[in-house]
């Protein structure tokens, strides 16, 4: 038997922002007996399919294990999306949420993307409907708009540039230094450590994650105080309070980076719970504390989990592919507009990487090991 939950978000209007209300599917756990059945299951009907599972560092630990064990990948959402492209299979199945299901089929428009719950979205992209973006970005019009992947198909087809959390930083800085003033969507957080950092004119969208928008600064210094020896990892959708406490901010597959290469025992980190076990897996020697959400008086401390990643589960994974329902589909114009941007930042972010690698300054390519001008 699944509950549904009840999930208030930032529902912005341009500069202002409201509050909206949306829902969740609560699924119920099964036993461990029927975890195993349901993974043999799974692993029987992606082969008779033909299908390759991409999963998001966010979704349940099974679920990112039987990825890893089938030949897929459990990445961050473009790099989802990228392997997807990239793999022979003519069938990718996206554990996630919608937005990243779309990107999936806007980069590989001629294959099935299917997922186990097309109810499973992402407050960011709730919280930047398209009508009311497009007009904010034609009361600017003498501005670049520059969007996070956090959102549907078609406000990434509204966008000049798409970036992400590992990239947004770089992509600013440049447009800044050639002179150009902004419009950022959806998230304020990431948008506002942005023009913190490069000083660029930015307009900021007033959308949130409402998993990181939870974090506590108060709670984050009293827990670094218990754990002094501890590297705080955060990333830039949490509040500037929280951020201005990390060692490190960065991206899902940054954070994981810092994890393994940074010469500590001991993390608290600031994002989605999901990320531990693949961090478990990549620095088995060392110990990761969820940083918390909530006070003292709460009966969650550090519960930082997005409702909506927890709509993918083994059962909803086995009947999908079982049945072949779910599948994503993008309008062909809308796709094909908002590939531009995201091939721009992918030739963007190549041709950054190469000039990284040619200076030897790999501590640039992460952009990650330290948070000093992060004010």
Known sequence: MEAIRSIEYDRPQGLTCGIGEAWARVPEAPSQEEKRTLKERIRALLAREQAVLVTHYYVDAELQELADETGGCVADSLEMARFGRDHAART??????????????????????????????????????????????????DRTVVVYANTSAAVKARADWIVTSSIGLEIVADLHARGE????????????????????????????????????????????????????????????????????????????DAAVKLDAQRFIVATDLGILHKMQIAAPGKTFIAAPTAGNSATCKSCAHCPWMSMNGLANLADLLERGNNEIHVDAAIGERARV?????LDFAARHKKCVQASGDLAKDTALFSNVGAA
């Open 181 to 256: 003033k902004i419009v950022w969507a959806p998230d304020r957080h990431l948008g506002s450590y942005i023009q913190k950092k490069t000083g660029a004119d930015m307009l900021l969208w007033q959308g949130s994650c409402l998993v990181h928008d939870e974090f506590k600064c108060i709670e984050l210094d009293l827990l670094r105080a218990k754990h002094p020896d501890a590297k705080i990892l955060v990333h830039p959708e949490s509040p500037e309070g929280v951020v201005k406490l990390a060692d490190v901010v960065g991206s899902t597959t940054q954070l994981i």
């Open 341 to 345: 941007p995201i091939d721009r930042m």
């Open 92 to 141: 990718l199945v996206v554990a996630g949420v919608r937005f990243m299901g779309e990107t999936a089929k806007i980069l590989s428009p001629d294959k099935r993307v299917l997922m186990p719950d097309l109810d499973a979205t992402c407050s960011l992209d709730l919280g930047c409907p398209a009508d009311a973006f497009f007009a904010f970005c034609d009361a600017h019009s």
